[in-house]
């Protein structure tokens, strides 16, 4: 080919390019980054389907969230109109069949439509066990049955509004791996343990309250709970919701928790709305999760998986040879889901998940080559790091010649286990990448902070980072093999 030709061509060719360039630049207004001015994701066009295939891929469980993010809104409108066009069905795109009734098409659509402007009540969600599940939209929820550290979480997405919700405590220790949470939120009523219910329990809540919502983990975790979905089905003053809002897919749960609460017709201050609903609320969250939790997660990824140190985490209430309260913390446990987020091989499968006896000679036979070894003491209860301090000696001494001297032991307070995630995270995360400066850059305390803030702690100097007693670290070398 002549050289002539060859320059011309490249030249037609550089010419197509910056008139498509110019096109592209016209059509999102000269946004690069394909954002509208609210940083939302545009519409998607009707001949593009980008519904999430499973549940698990969306960020918020409610169906209709077809494009999977964490809102709610006409893009998902959009969405299931593309589906609709080519001819989609529920099978492969379930999150788009927002009532649920096995097709894809118009009712979807005013389904979706009737829960941003408020008209529809009827909430389908996925639950924690991955069943489809329905919520009824009530402007005033008279008690919400809480289970333990998801007590904060609750707190956290309804802030604590004592004119729509009546928080009921879960059990006795409520008072202190909650923070106090009876001082800091009068209103809490302390019930037992309402968090993992019996029925009879339940039906006192609603003889006192008229009407009660339960929140419960999944079905493996609280084998009693199994069937309560079917006893009260035709109750409609009780309603069973299944989500994580703290361990497992806690971002999720939270966000899906927040629109059951408030998003139905959620409105911003700048569409006339009061701008703080219980949604709004566990946006603000996820938010602060992605801001510290996404560090971690980009560094972790760049990890080569046969460079992730082992760990193996225990839960030590007392000392041996009280065998019975020794147990390995296994998936579901916050302590060994954040260890893992953050980089950690969990070696707790070689005891078994609950393990309700351990001694040291198990420690020989399964985490002798263990990197480190994080001991929640149970004596953390009431935040006093010197029980921390005696219950890890005991327990250094008991392992000591069962394990490598290579192996560290950290002892994890309940109030770690007990602060959120983020926190967790930074806390493990700078432990486990030593070499990562990203992930050392993080603050431990200003992560706490952040979380006081939106907690409405933050005029609360008792509740402040340097007076929490979150961990006792850096913690014992075993000194001999």
């Known amino acids: 080919m002549e050289k002539s030709h060859l320059i011309a061509i490249v030249a037609a060719i550089i010419v197509i390019v910056v008139i498509a360039a110019a096109a592209i630049m016209l059509t999102n207004g000269g946004n690069d980054d394909k954002k509208d001015n609210g940083g939302n994701t545009p519409p998607a066009t009707p001949t593009t389907i980008n519904s999430p295939s499973e549940y698990t891929e969306a960020r918020l469980w409610v169906i209709g969230n077809a494009d999977g993010n964490e809102l709610l809104d006409e893009n998902d409108v959009e969405v299931i109109q593309s589906i609709i ?11 788009a069949d927002a009532n649920i009734d096995g097709a894809i098409d118009s009712k979807d659509i005013d389904h979706v439509r009737g829960l941003i402007n408020g008209s529809q009540k009827t909430i389908n969600y996925y639950n924690a066990d991955g069943d489809k599940s329905t919520y009824h939209y009530t402007e005033k929820v008279n008690a919400i049955s809480l289970h333990r550290c998801v007590s904060r979480s609750i707190i956290l997405v309804t802030n604590a509004d004592s004119d729509r919700y009546k928080l009921v405590g879960s059990d006795p220790h409520i008072r202190e791996a909650e923070f106090n949470a009876a001082n800091d939120y009068p209103d809490l009523v302390d019930v037992g343990a309402a968090g993992n219910p ?14 009660v919502v339960v929140n419960l983990g999944n079905v493996a975790t609280y084998t009693n709970t199994a ?29 899906t928790w ?58 030590c209430e007392g000392a041996w040879p009280n065998n019975s309260s020794n147990k390995t913390r296994g998936e579901g446990s916050g302590d060994m889901e954040m260890s ?15 393990s309700v006896s351990y001694t040291p000679e198990d420690l020989a036979a399964h985490a002798r080559d263990a990197d480190y070894i994080f001991s929640m003491s149970g004596g953390m209860f009431d935040g006093d790091s010197t029980l921390a301090k005696r219950a890890v000696d005991v327990f250094v001494d008991k392992a000591n010649g069962y394990i490598t001297p290579k192996t560290t032991i950290y002892s994890v307070s309940w109030q770690l286990n007990g602060a959120p995630h983020p926190v967790q995270a930074v806390v493990f995360g700078k432990i486990i990448n030593p070499d990562s400066a990203p992930i050392q850059k993080l603050s431990v305390e200003q992560c706490w902070e952040e979380y006081r803030g939106l907690m409405g702690w933050s005029d609360r100097p008792e509740m402040a980072y340097s007076n929490l007693a979150i961990w006792y670290g850096p913690s014992h070398t075993t000194s001999s093999a």
């Open 85 to 95: 066009d080519a001819k989609g069905s529920a099978a492969k795109y379930p999150m």
């Open 198 to 211: 019996e029925i009879e329990q339940i039906r006192n809540l609603e003889n006192r309250y008229g009407s």
């Open 227 to 255: 069937g309560l979905e079917t006893i009260f089905a035709s109750d409609p003053n009780v309603q069973i919701v299944r989500l994580e809002t703290w361990e497992g897919h806690s971002t999720e749960g939270i966000l």
């Open 258 to 315: 927040g629109f059951l609460f408030g998003g139905v017709g959620y409105k911003s201050p700048a569409q006339g709305g009061n701008g703080l609903s219980s949604w709004d609320q566990a946006l603000k969250y996820v938010k602060y999760v992605d801001k510290y939790e996404g560090v971690i997660v980009d560094e972790v990824a760049k990890v080569k998986e046969s460079d992730k140190p082992k760990v193996l985490a225990l839960y």
């Open 340 to 354: 893992v987020l953050c980089g950690a091989n969990n070696i707790y499968q070689r005891f078994g998940n609950g």
